[in-house]
C-alpha cells in the first residue's frame, strides 16, 4: 500500500478507472482474489440477465417435441422454421403488429410537440406564472385520480376504439418534461438574445435557432416516448374491444392468457402457444434489441440529465 | 432529485417570483404579461389543456368515490352519499387482504430490489477492464427496455413445467412444481421479475454519483493505510449516500403503488390469495363487476397512502440525512 503514494493521481473523466490503475503497481492477495470473484459475478449477472433471450431464441426455432422434454435452453434443437412459418402467416399478428408501428408514430409526435413547446415556455423566466405551471405538471407525479375516474373520462370523450384513447391521456410524461425543460434552461441566453435583436419573433427564436440547436436531446426524448408507447398495452386493453385495433403487445398478452388457462388442462395445448408465443415474443422484441445497442446512450444521458438538474 | 427546483405555486395575482423586473400586482401585470409574452403562452396553451383534462379532470372525478354513479350518466357522479363507500371497503374483508399483499409484495420489492442497484454498482466500480464493464453495463440495462408483457412472458416460459426453473429442480432431485399456479410462489416470482428487470437500470445514478467522488479522498485515507474494503466503507458509501436517500424516498412512495400491470399479467385466481393487490382488486370490483364508485373509493385511498408515504419519507430523510426531494 506504501507504493501507491507515490502514484500521481490525474483527474480524468472516469475517475473509477484511474483509481484502478493508481493501484496496479501492486495489490494485495486478498484483493486480487476479489478482482477474480468480482469478475466471475458479474459474468454470471450478464449471463443471468441474457438467458431469457437466448432462451426465447432458441425455442422460437426448436420443435416442440424438445420443447416439450424441456431440452431447449440457448441452443435450438431439432431447428425449424415452421412456427415461424406459423405466426408470420398469421394476418391477425401483421395487422397488430401495423397498429404498433401506427400508434408508436402518431403517439411520439404528438408527445413530442407538446412536450417540447411546453418544456420551452417553462424555461422562460419571464413567463408570469411560471411557477404555477411547473407545480401543477409535478403534482400529477405525485398524486394521479386513478384507473376508474380516468376510464370514465375516456369514454365519457368517445375516444373508446379509436387511437386517442392510447394516445391523447400520456401525450405528456412529466419526467421527459422535466428533462427537456432543464435542457432549454441551460440554453445560451446569448444565442436567443442575438437572435431576438435581429428581428426574430419567439416563434421565430423556438423554430429556428433553439429546435435546430436541440437536435440531441430531441432525439432522447423520441426514444424515451417511442418506447414507452411501443411496449405499452394496457390502455389498448381496457378501451379496444376489436381484436384488428389491438397493439402487437395485446396480441401477446392474449397469447399467454390463453396458454396459462390451458397449464392446468392438459401439456400439448401448452407446448404449441409455448412455442407460438416464443416466435411472437421474438417479432416484438426485435426492434428494440436491434436499436438498443445503438441508442443505449441517449437513454443514459437523458437520465442523468432530468436527475442532475430537474 | 428531479424534483428539487420545483418553485412552489404562485398564487395568482401576485408578482412571479422570477420576475422581479416587473413590479406592478394584480390585473394589470397579466394583462401586460399576456400582450407581451403572448406567443410564449400560445406554446403552453395545448399542454395546459393536456393537463386539466387528462389529469386534473380525473383527479376531480375521484369525487365519485363519495357521490353515487350512474353509468351514462355524469362522470362527476349524481347524488352526494358521503362515506357510504368508504365504511364499505372498511367492512370488506377482502379489501384488507388485498391491502395486506399490497404492503407486503411492496415491502418484499423494496428490501430486495432497493439495495441491489447499489452493490451491482459499487462491483462494477472496482472493475478495471473497461470493454468488460461497458459489456455488463449494456447487458444489464437491457431489461428495462422490455414491455411487461415480454418480462411475463418470460416468467411464464421459465417457471412452465418443461421450463428451465423445473429442469433445475429435476436435476437437484425435486418435483416439478407449476409455479404459476401456486399461491405460495407467487411473492418470490413477482420480486425476482422486478429484479432482473430493474437492478441493472438502477445502477445508471449510482455509477454517476460514484464518478464525483474527490479523488483526494481515496489518496488521503490510503496514506492513513485504509484499505480498498475501508475506503469503500468510509468514502464510497457516504459519497452516493444522498442519491441512495433520494431514490428511497421514491422508492417509499411508489411503496404501495405495486406494479398493476405486472401483477395484472401474472396472477390468476388460484394466486389471488397472495398476489391480489389494491390496483388489481380496483380493477376487478370497477370494470369487471361494474362497481365504479366503490372501486374509486379504494383507489383514492390508495393514492392517498402514496401520497402521506412520500410526504413522510421526505420528512424523515431530511430530518436524519439532510438531503430530501424537496
Known amino acids: 500500500m506504501v507504493n501507491e503514494v507515490l502514484d500521481p493521481v490525474s483527474a480524468g473523466p472516469d475517475l473509477a478507472a484511474v483509481r484502478g490503475s493508481t493501484t496496479r503497481v501492486k495489490e494485495t492477495t486478498g484483493y486480487r482474489v476479489f478482482t477474480v470473484l468480482n469478475t466471475v459475478a458479474l459474468t454470471l449477472v450478464g449471463l443471468l440477465t441474457l438467458y431469457p433471450f437466448l432462451n426465447l431464441v432458441a425455442k422460437a426455432f426448436s420443435s416442440q417435441g424438445y420443447i416439450a422434454a424441456g431440452e431447449v435452453n440457448i441452443f435450438p434443437r431439432g431447428f425449424n422454421v415452421t412456427t415461424f412459418q406459423g405466426v408470420v402467416s398469421d394476418p391477425m399478428f401483421w395487422i397488430n403488429y401495423k397498429n404498433t408501428v401506427v400508434y408508436t408514430v402518431v403517439a411520439t409526435a404528438i408527445a413530442m410537440v407538446l412536450t417540447t413547446s411546453f418544456a420551452y415556455a417553462l424555461s422562460k423566466p419571464q413567463l408570469k406564472g411560471r411557477g404555477l405551471l411547473v407545480g401543477m405538471a409535478l403534482v400529477t407525479m405525485l398524486y394521479a385520480g386513478g384507473l376508474i375516474p380516468n376510464y370514465l373520462l375516456v369514454n365519457a370523450l368517445g375516444f373508446k376504439n379509436t387511437i386517442w384513447a392510447i394516445v391523447l391521456p400520456n401525450a405528456i410524461n412529466v419526467f421527459n418534461l422535466l428533462v427537456m425543460k432543464s435542457f432549454f434552461d441551460n440554453f445560451p441566453q446569448e444565442l436567443e438574445e442575438a437572435a431576438s435583436i435581429d428581428g426574430l419573433t419567439t416563434y421565430g427564436v423556438f423554430f429556428r435557432v433553439v429546435l435546430p440547436l436541440s437536435k440531441a436531446v430531441i432525439a432522447t426524448m423520441i426514444l424515451f416516448y417511442a418506447v414507452q408507447f411501443w411496449n405499452s398495452w394496457f390502455q389498448a386493453y381496457l378501451y379496444f374491444d376489436q381484436r384488428d385495433l389491438y397493439p402487437v403487445t395485446v396480441y401477446l398478452r392474449n397469447l399467454l392468457a390463453a396458454a396459462t388457462s390451458t397449464e392446468s388442462l392438459g401439456s400439448d395445448a401448452v407446448q404449441i402457444a409455448s412455442n407460438v408465443q416464443s416466435v411472437a415474443m421474438l417479432l416484438t422484441v426485435l426492434p428494440i434489441v436491434c436499436l438498443y445497442p445503438f441508442i443505449q446512450k441517449y437513454f443514459v444521458s437523458g437520465v442523468m440529465l432530468g436527475s442532475v438538474k430537474g | ?326
Open chain 2, 1 to 326: 432529485m428531479s424534483l428539487r427546483t420545483a418553485a412552489p405555486p404562485v398564487p395568482l395575482g401576485q408578482p412571479d417570483v422570477a420576475t422581479p423586473a416587473r413590479p406592478q400586482p394584480g390585473r394589470e401585470g397579466w394583462a401586460r404579461a399576456l400582450r407581451k409574452d403572448w406567443r410564449l403562452y400560445s406554446l403552453a396553451v395545448l399542454p395546459l389543456l393536456f393537463f386539466l383534462i387528462f389529469k386534473y379532470v380525473p383527479m376531480a372525478g375521484a369525487v365519485i368515490a363519495f357521490r353515487r354513479f350512474q353509468p351514462g350518466g355524469s362522470i362527476f357522479g349524481e347524488e352526494w352519499v358521503g362515506l357510504y363507500y368508504v365504511e364499505r371497503f372498511i367492512q370488506d374483508p377482502k379489501f384488507w387482504d388485498t391491502f395486506a399483499n399490497t404492503a407486503i409484495i411492496g415491502a418484499l420489492t423494496l428490501v430486495v430490489v432497493f439495495p441491489l442497484p447499489v452493490v451491482l454498482a459499487l462491483m462494477l466500480n472496482e472493475v478495471r477492464v473497461r470493454w468488460f464493464k461497458k459489456a455488463v453495463q449494456t447487458v444489464s440495462y437491457l431489461p428495462h427496455f422490455m414491455s411487461v408483457v415480454i418480462v411475463a412472458g418470460f416468467v411464464f416460459e421459465l417457471t412452465s413445467l418443461d421450463g428451465t426453473v423445473n429442469k433445475i429442480v429435476e436435476a437437484l432431485g425435486g418435483d416439478p412444481v407449476s409455479f404459476m399456479q401456486r399461491a405460495e410462489w407467487f411473492r418470490t416470482i413477482y420480486v425476482s421479475s422486478e429484479v432482473w428487470q430493474t437492478v441493472g437500470w438502477g445502477t445508471i445514478l449510482y455509477l454517476a454519483a460514484l464518478t464525483t467522488i474527490d479523488e483526494q479522498l481515496y489518496e488521503a485515507s490510503r496514506i492513513d493505510g485504509a484499505n480498498r474494503w475501508k475506503q469503500t466503507w468510509h468514502i464510497t458509501l457516504p459519497g452516493i449516500r444522498p442519491t441512495m436517500m433520494v431514490l428511497l424516498i421514491l422508492n417509499i412512495g411508489q411503496f404501495m403503488a405495486v406494479g398493476f400491470e405486472k401483477v395484472f399479467l401474472l396472477y390468476n385466481p388460484l394466486t389471488y390469495p397472495t398476489a391480489d393487490v389494491l390496483s388489481t382488486y380496483v380493477y376487478r370490483v370497477g370494470l369487471t363487476s361494474g362497481q365504479l364508485s366503490y372501486a374509486t373509493a379504494i383507489g383514492l385511498f390508495e393514492a392517498l397512502i402514496g401520497l402521506v408515504l412520500v410526504f413522510a419519507a421526505n420528512a424523515i430523510s431530511r430530518r436524519i440525512t439532510g438531503s430530501s426531494l424537496w
